[in-house]
């Protein structure tokens, strides 16, 4: 199995893996093309530019606003009528996932990439995909972590901690996220 579909299977990746020179390039020209898009001056220029990073084209009803930053770019999908406030980060080597309508707030950290406990293993990577559904809201300065999926309608509250999935129509908050309530739609 090729090196980036074995991590959008998910898992270990172990650091002496034959073929991850190719994501250290991969990688090195992510950080290229990024320099350049926190230089767009436009909503329409940056969207290109993401685009561009990502290898998909956003469509038009979606705003990113820079700075963003990405380590890889190529595992993140971005839905319709989508918006990214400023200074949001997206570790995506294991897959994300943005459905259409989806709010997320300035500072916003979306991390599908973690590490081993074990130390003799610790430079390996452990992969895991992240999933926001339809409507969902991700408050200011929230870290979403590895394998978490946020439910359709939910919302995350500012600066909190994902590390469990969230239901559909619920908010969760705090460190680690709890819930908070349910969403009742009128």
């Not at 290898?55 to 319709?80: A, L, R, Y």
């Not at 200074?87 to 259409?100: N, R, V, Y």
């Amino acid at each position: 199995m090729d090196l980036f579909e074995q991590m959008l299977g998910g898992g270990l990746i172990p650091n002496d893996h034959p073929q991850l020179n190719l994501l250290w390039d991969a990688v090195a020209q992510t950080i290229q093309q990024s320099a350049l898009l926190n230089t767009s001056t436009s909503i329409t220029e940056s969207r290109n530019r993401i685009s561009e990073i990502i290898g998909k084209e956003i469509d038009q009803s979606t705003t990113i606003f820079v700075p963003f930053h990405t380590n890889f770019g190529k595992h993140t999908w971005i839905g319709k009528y989508v918006f990214i406030n400023h200074a949001c980060s997206f570790l995506d080597l294991g897959g994300i996932t943005i459905e259409d309508n989806v709010l997320i707030g300035p500072r916003v950290n979306l991390v599908t990439e973690n590490h081993p406990v074990d130390p003799s293993q610790r430079k390996s990577l452990l992969l895991a995909a992240i999933r926001i559904k339809k409507n969902a809201w991700i408050g200011a300065g929230a870290t979403i972590l590895p394998g978490v999926t946020i439910g359709e309608n939910s919302i995350v509250a500012a600066g909190s901690v994902v590390n469990k999935d969230v239901p559909d129509n619920c908010i969760y908050g705090g460190v680690p996220a709890k819930f908070i309530k349910a969403i009742e739609s009128n």
